[in-house]
């Protein structure tokens, strides 16, 4: 009798556990909704033209994943109950927010900033020029001075880079993890780089609809104290990659 009832109690004990590995697996995939996987390998980091761009070389990444779109403000609200937006619209860019936010947005969504890197080879999807999607500007591509009317556009309206991404060039400049260090490119690991230490200010990256065409350059770097809040700085944010691939619910 007592054999049967433990028999019982083991049959019960993996039920539950396999109903819970289907519910976490299913929370895993939902939260992954409107993001882009950004597979494995190297890409081309910076470039030789100028100072804290240099040197150009191979990086490697683990795999990630990445928001499609810049978070808009709907998104930000229904997280952070508050939008502290100069301009007005669910479906444009969250603007006038500093990294803090940025960075305490990211977390309560169960995921976080991309590092300067993760940024880089998303925005570039496996392009070596001086956009993503060649050497002259392309007004199909980008929101930026000259065409956005000097303010913010829905996300989404312009193309998207090969992996799928819409505005990493133009619209909004978007806040990374990382400190910025003029050298740090000079001495950063080639595989998975981190952050320097510490630092004064944040890296954002992708020019905005502020800046003129040659502030869109994937490889341009911008900086400022986390604590900024400008009308044209925005964010995205990653997600490690956690999901059993082979892994049958």
């Known amino acids: 009798m007592k054999n049967f009832l433990f028999l019982i109690f083991l049959v019960y004990c993996l039920s539950f556990s396999r109903i819970s590995l289907q519910m976490s697996f299913a929370s895993e995939k939902s939260s992954l909704i409107g993001m882009v996987l950004v597979p494995e390998g190297l890409y081309i980091s910076g470039s030789n033209k100028y100072n804290d761009e240099r040197p150009s070389r191979k990086i490697y990444l683990d795999t990630f994943y990445i928001d499609k779109f810049e978070v808009t403000q709907k998104e930000f609200k ?3 109950n508050f939008n502290p937006s100069e301009f007005r619209g669910e479906s444009l860019p969250v603007d006038r927010v500093d990294w803090y936010q940025a960075r305490d947005y990211c977390n309560k969504s169960g995921k976080r900033l991309p590092t300067e890197a993760e940024w880089e080879k998303s925005a570039r999807s496996g392009s070596k020029s001086k956009y ?11 929101w930026h001075w000259d065409n956005s009317g000097r303010k913010t556009r829905p996300v989404g ?8 991404l819409y505005d990493t060039a133009g619209n909004f400049w978007e806040w990374t993890a990382d400190w910025y260090d003029q050298h740090y490119y000079q001495s950063r690991s080639l595989r998975n780089p981190k ?36 009308k044209n700085f925005g964010f995205r944010c990653v997600k490690n990659e956690k999901i059993k691939k082979n892994y049958q619910p």
């Open 78 to 80: 229904k997280i952070m």
């Open 132 to 142: 993503y999607w060649g050497e002259e500007i392309d007004d199909s591509y980008a």
């Open 157 to 164: 309206e312009k193309k998207p880079n090969k992996l799928g």
């Open 195 to 230: 952050s320097p230490f510490n630092g004064k200010h944040r890296v954002l990256r992708g020019g905005s609809f502020m800046d003129k065409t040659d502030g869109l350059r994937v490889t341009r770097r911008n900086w400022d104290l986390p604590s900024a809040k400008f």
